[in-house]
């Protein structure tokens, strides 16, 4: 596919024009943003430009074991990052790792195997990159949650494991609303492509001059394993996770002291 | 002999709730009374096995209490904490879910009005929505769905606290008939001198130590 779009450096720093009306609109309201709009400016920066020179890397390769490594540190990085919004949630790494994992392998073993893609590190790379990427936002969003849910609803699950209930039983009510809140802004937003926002992999086919129907059903099937992929690592992080409030005996462990 | 403690020591939230507490819990009603912070509703919680002490022994009908499979262990001796925590839904849907947890099994409707009827509330309550019931209601209907479990020992943690004098007469009535009308142990943590000895065979006092938070049993009476 050719690009027919040159892009200078100058121009990206154009591009922050807008995010410096976002940053002076932030401190005239005082929300207490323009430190963490700045950070995510300079981090974006240096970690596309960092990441756009290892796939260059990676492309040139052109060897699997590269991408498989690539995608491992992803998943390490997005577990590390998630488990900052979990906080509440005991020995989370674990889980969000297998989460993480499961989600990147599901996803690329499917569009693999149904010969979507070839096994080639510049359709791997990026399709991994974006579901370890919406993975990581879903399962640390769910167990954000998961963790709120433990210490607001502690009273409710005691008196349910009172009453004789597993923990399993006990917890259900909790696991179902973290998994809502990891999953429904994903599926929201896919109930709202097309009709109210572009995502992006139409959009930068479309920028690359790629045929309109072509960019649709390439971009169909990327919202369909990422809403799949996304479920299933909100599911088994928050599946595991919740195990770790409770001990072997269905009792509540007490929170960590601070 | 229902419980017996032998040197039970008990950390909470890093802070010593029992030391060394030793002793028997008789069937009958049983009173657990006691300043703030002595670890009253902490014992109470160690009767079911929402936790476990640090050290010591606790024996259940002469054998030791972990050789109970745990969940048997709460159906038989079920505890009502001092907070209502229900479930969303009506009353009727509580007593429901308890019993489905408990025997998985539903619960019919004259069972409901029987557990309802015996917790000092009246059958229409069956109905009501648990988000609209006062405070005291909402203990009552925790009592009620414990006792639609059918347990054969009542853990009890303060439960007329948010009631004015005339629900409290209503759920000690309640309780007094229970005990009359069926084979079941009571053990309350109250502050109320009045209602132990209204409601109770056996006092446990609880008197933190001097070193702070430790606490002992005291005394037995009656």
Same mark, same amino acid.
């Given at each position: 596919m050719s690009v027919g779009i040159d892009v200078s450096l100058e121009q990206v720093l154009a591009a922050l024009g807008l995010v410096a009306v976002a940053a002076g609109i932030a401190a005239w309201r005082q929300t207490d943003l323009e430190r963490d709009i700045g950070i995510a400016v300079v981090r974006s920066f240096i970690q596309l430009t960092a990441i756009g020179y290892v796939i260059q890397l990676i492309f040139d390769a052109d060897n699997l074991l590269f991408v498989f490594v690539l995608i491992a540190v992803m998943v390490a990085f997005g577990a590390y990052t998630a488990r900052a919004r979990a906080?509440?949630?005991?020995?989370?790494m674990l889980p969000l790792v297998l989460g993480l994992s499961l989600a990147a392998v599901a996803t690329l073993g499917l569009v693999v195997g149904l010969g979507i893609f070839e096994p080639e590190a510049r359709f791997l790379v990026p399709v991994g990159g974006m579901v370890v990427g919406n993975a990581m936002t879903a399962s640390a969003v769910a167990l954000n949650r998961l963790g709120d849910e433990f210490e607001d609803s502690a009273a409710r699950i005691e008196a349910t494991l009172a009453l004789g209930a597993t923990s399993h039983e006990a917890a259900l009510p909790s696991v179902r609303r973290a998994l809502r809140s990891g999953t429904i802004t994903l599926i929201d937003s896919t109930k709202t492509t097309g009709l109210i926002f572009f995502p992006g992999t139409m959009v930068g086919m479309l920028l690359a001059g790629a045929d309109p129907v072509d960019a649709v059903r390439l971009q169909l099937i990327l919202l369909y394993v990422l809403l799949g992929s996304v479920s299933i690592s909100a599911l088994v992080s928050v599946s595991l996770a919740?195990?770790? $409030? $409770?001990?072997?005996?269905?009792q509540l462990r007490e929170p960590p002291q601070p | 002999m229902l419980f017996e403690l032998d040197n039970v020591c008990l950390t909470r939230a890093g802070v010593r709730v029992l030391d060394q507490l030793s002793a028997q819990i008789d069937r009958g009603a049983t009173a657990i009374v006691g300043p703030s912070g002595s670890g009253k509703s902490s014992l109470l919680r160690l009767l079911n096995r929402l936790a476990d002490p640090d050290s010591g022994r606790i024996d259940y009908e002469g054998r030791?209490? +972990?050789?109970?499979d745990v969940l048997a262990l709460r159906r038989e001796v079920m505890l009502v904490p001092q907070l209502p925590a229900l479930v969303p839904g009506t009353v009727s849907d509580n007593l429901d879910f308890a019993a489905r947890l408990a025997r998985r099994e539903t619960i019919n409707g004259p069972q409901a009005q029987q557990a309802l009827l015996a917790a000092?509330?009246?059958?229409?309550?069956?109905?009501?929505?648990?988000?609209?019931?006062?405070v005291g209601e909402q203990q009552r209907a925790m009592l009620a769905r414990a006792l639609a479990v059918e347990p054969a020992v009542l853990l009890l943690d303060e439960? +007329?606290?948010?009631?004015?004098a005339e629900a409290t007469a209503r759920v000690e009535e309640a309780l007094a008939g229970l005990r009359r009308r069926r084979d079941l142990s009571i053990v309350l943590v109250t502050h109320d001198a009045g209602q132990a000895e209204r409601l109770a065979d056996a006092v446990i006092r609880l008197e933190p130590a001097a070193g702070g938070s430790r606490a002992r049993a005291a005394e037995r009476a009656r």
């Open positions: 906080r509440k949630v005991p020995g989370a919740y195990r770790n $409030f $409770f001990t072997a005996e269905h | 030791p209490i +972990t050789d109970r000092g509330l009246d059958a229409s309550f069956g109905d009501r929505d648990t988000a609209r019931l006062s439960p +007329t606290s948010a009631l004015d």
